[in-house]
């Protein structure tokens, strides 16, 4: 009989896939965040350089040791350690010492991600997560413990923050020292990624034009912050002196709104819930920064939405196709088509 | 022009090139045909005939009682060999009348009447009679659909073909429009629809012209120019499309006053109206990257694939052998599809016949065969933002998974179509068409254990 004997695989429908995949998207990732990582490396040189090393080294060797304990396979073709490890040393001030860089990537890579289950499970963006969890240790490594004087001496302090951010010179009223352009182009003061605010918005429409995102996350929550910012005081002064600029492009809130917040795992998937998340954050970001520290508003109020996720998504499920009424008509007047697949 | 559209979808790669230029044609006569009893969903028929019966094209050897079911009949001259399950398509056995093919026979002739004086029941008659089932794939019983229990003001003919690769549809609208324009004025007919719509994508507009210069000046005719998104083909994707009308969850078009009737199964309605012709042969497209003579072919129902793939020259770049022996090397053709690449079955071997709903048949080489493991969910919502349904396929993949398959259901499963776009976009290659299968079944199953 013929075609008995063939070997053909056998799947079920459908038999096409497009290119996309997780390691291409991780990659687009890498890519977008390059303009910035550049102008950091311009910046602080060597220091930069160290920390990206010893974030991303030390990334890929925790997921490696964590999968390997737990007896998984490894996934580091999926280049997320990759990432996590960038963004965590973009996250950090140069002249951090690098056994805090390796803490953090433990923090990141090891609790957040590997003990949740792996890519696709961890509730927490890994990256703030490390970054979280080592700003909470430092006062307790830094402070009265005498338990820890010896570790003192031999790793010097835990973290070097020494240079004055343009969020703390907003805060006590010395932003005129920092000119918006400044700021928006490259200016050093804070975090590895918070060196240039054009850098992350090249990198955010690379992410926007490559479809990796969408635009509902960082356009709600860049739009409550200059909301807030403008009416918080006098709206008039506040926009003559440019304040609500200063706050969208100072402390990492472009980092945050393109490349945490929008981290696929750790936020909403239906579009009503990405909305609400965005502003969300919004809203945090300014009551951290107005009530609170100048100092990780951001990570806190991604990381404390990132725990909404499911219930967001429960709660903003959109209804199924024919669920909702349609105005009924016999033949509607033709019109050119304006829904588009997102 | 304008050209209209359902919201979501995804824009495929066509694949078409490789058979849309070829005019339909017809292959030698295969020694055996396979007639399945069942080719459609509804009741299974019995047998009409037994083994050893001499047997005539067109002749009805099988039917049901049942009103959801529709005859079958013999393809071919010959004699019964065999009333036994044979494999089909989906890989399960399905009861078959095996025909050995009489060798010297000549085309039946039909006795040709004058359609329309026949009346609403006289056309339904002849639909049933002739066995017609929708040919787009589904293999609904026509003459049921079109009994509906409320008025319909609308037949739309599904003249998308949003299916990658298949071209078939596409080249009876070309060389059979004026058939197909009386089919579809018959379908009307028995459900006393004053409209009727072409829905039509803008890849092919040769056919859009086609269909314009027919039906100029008929009134109640028209053909609307649809965009090329995948699934518009889906009936109530079509409908959204053209009429703006959302048949709710769970509910049939005709909720919303609409049947909707495939190309060719329009035109085996005129065939069966027209000519008294059974349903027992379809036009179908064999083509593929590993096709070596793509085409669109006139077969007769229960033929092999297999003698199909070998009467257009086999696998390229390995022609049938001296024994004139079908040459299947796995390094030049990776998969065998019945269907589109979409929605179709992926067959194990290629002795499976040609039924009434087998509109083509693939050939993949290697290198288009997708064999990657699925990782976890990234929730990327990639499958959310495309799924036409409004579904949530990530949720419904993540909780069957689970086994937790109430809770798949409550995200959508039950009101998935299984188009396979989720599928299709997702980044971890999860199996979620799969995911969905399984939470129906499982659903089914605990309904019935109640």
């Known amino acids: ?11 079920s429908s459908p038999h096409l896939r497009s290119q996309e995949t997780v390691p291409s998207a991780m990659k687009d990732v890498l890519i977008a965040l390059l303009p910035v990582t550049l102008v950091s490396i311009y910046m602080y040189r060597f220091y930069a350089v160290f920390l990206i090393a010893v974030c991303m080294i030390s990334a890929v060797l925790f997921e490696l040791l964590f999968r390997k304990v737990m007896k998984k396979q490894a996934t580091l073709y999926d280049c997320s350690a990759l990432v996590t490890g960038l963004l965590l040393a973009l996250c950090l001030r140069p002249g951090t010492s690098w056994w805090t860089a390796v803490l953090a990537a433990f923090f990141a890579v090891g609790i957040a991600k590997e003990l949740m289950g792996g890519l696709g499970w961890n509730r927490f963006n890994p990256a703030l997560f490390g970054l979280v969890a080592v700003t909470l240790l430092a006062p307790l490594y830094v402070g009265a413990n005498p338990s820890f004087a010896p570790l003192r001496q031999y790793f010097g302090p835990l973290d070097v923050i020494t240079q004055a951010t343009p969020l703390a010179l907003i805060k006590q009223g010395a932003f005129e020292q920092l000119s918006l352009s400044q700021m928006l182009i490259a200016s050093p003061g804070g975090a590895l990624g918070e060196t240039s605010a054009l850098a992350l918005i090249i990198g955010g429409a690379y992410l926007l034009y490559k479809k990796q995102i969408r635009w509902h996350i960082p356009v709600s929550m860049i739009g409550t912050i200059l909301v807030i910012a403008t009416f918080w005081g006098n709206p008039l002064a506040n926009i003559a002196a440019g304040i609500p600029l200063y706050h969208i492009f100072a402390g990492g809130v472009l980092l945050g709104a393109f490349f945490m917040a929008t981290d696929w795992v750790t936020s909403p998937v239906t579009t009503k819930g990405q909305v609400i998340f965005g502003i969300a954050i919004g809203v945090l970001v300014m009551l951290f920064r107005k009530a609170l520290g100048p100092t990780e508003g951001v990570a806190f109020s991604i990381l404390i939405m990132n725990a909404f996720v499911p219930m967001i998504d429960r709660l903003t499920r959109r209804p199924k196709f024919g669920e909702l009424p349609v105005k009924k008509e016999a033949v509607v007047p033709t019109k050119p088509s304006v829904s588009k697949s997102t | 022009m304008s050209v209209k559209t359902f919201e979501r979808g995804v824009f495929l790669p066509h694949y078409k090139e490789f058979s849309e230029g070829e005019p339909i044609s017809t292959i030698a006569l295969p020694q055996e045909v396979i007639i399945p009893l069942q080719q459609h969903i509804g009741a299974p028929g019995q047998a ?6 001499k047997v005539k094209a067109g002749q009805k050897i099988g039917e049901s009682s049942a009103f959801v079911s529709a005859p079958v009949h013999a393809s071919l001259d010959g004699t019964v060999t065999a009333i036994e399950p044979r494999p089909s398509f989906t890989g399960d056995k399905v009861e078959s009348v095996v025909i050995a093919v009489d060798m010297e026979q000549k085309e039946p002739q039909w006795p040709e009447r004058d359609h ?13 009679e002739a066995g017609i089932v929708g040919m787009g794939g589904a ?3 026509t003459h049921v659909k079109l009994s509906p229990p409320r008025p319909i003001d609308t037949i739309i003919i599904n003249a998308c073909e949003c299916e990658p690769f298949l071209t078939c549809d596409h080249r009876m609208m070309l060389e059979r429009t004026s058939d197909l324009v009386e089919g579809a004025k018959l379908i009307a007919k028995v459900v006393d629809a004053p409209n009727v719509i072409f829905g039509v994508e803008i890849n092919k507009p040769d056919a859009i012209e086609a269909l314009q210069n027919k039906i100029a000046g008929e009134n109640g005719l ?4 649809l965009e090329v998104k995948y699934p518009q083909g889906s009936e109530k994707q079509l409908i959204k499309a053209t009429l703006n009308r959302e048949v709710p969850p769970g509910k049939l078009p005709l909720e919303v006053g609409v049947v909707v009737q495939n190309v060719a199964t329009a035109i085996a309605v005129y065939e069966a109206c027209h000519l008294s012709k059974p349903l027992i042969e379809r036009v179908l497209t064999l083509t593929g ?3 070596a003579n793509p085409g669109n072919l006139k077969v007769k129902l229960g033929t092999p694939i297999s003698h199909v793939i070998k009467e257009r020259g086999g696998v390229k770049g390995a022609p049938p052998d001296a024994k004139d022996e079908l040459q299947m090397p796995p390094h030049l053709v990776g998969k065998v599809i019945m269907g589109g690449p979409m929605t179709g079955w992926a067959q194990s071997h290629l002795n499976v016949p040609v039924i009434k709903g087998t509109s083509g048949i693939l050939l993949f ?5 997708v064999e990657s493991e699925h990782t976890d969910c990234v929730r990327c919502a990639k499958c959310v933002d495309h799924c036409p349904m409004f579904l949530y396929p990530n949720y419904i993949g993540l909780y069957a998974e689970m086994g937790n398959f109430d809770e798949a259901a409550e995200w959508g499963a039950m009101d998935c179509f299984e188009c396979g776009i989720c599928v299709y976009v997702c980044p971890a290659n999860r199996p979620i068409v799969q995911f969905v299968r399984q939470t129906k079944k499982e659903i089914a199953a605990a309904k019935a254990a109640k």
């Open chain 1, 1 to 11: 009989m013929p075609g008995q004997d063939i070997q053909l695989a056998i799947s």
């Open chain 2, 48 to 53: 009409l005939v037994s083994v050893g019966d």
């Open chain 2, 116 to 128: 329309t004086a026949l009346s609403k029941d006289e056309i339904k008659a002849a639909i049933k």
């Open chain 2, 139 to 141: 293999a609904f019983p």
């Open chain 2, 222 to 225: 028209s053909v609307v120019s």
């Open chain 2, 289 to 291: 990257d590993a096709a």
């Open chain 2, 365 to 369: 080489s290697p290198a288009m065969v």
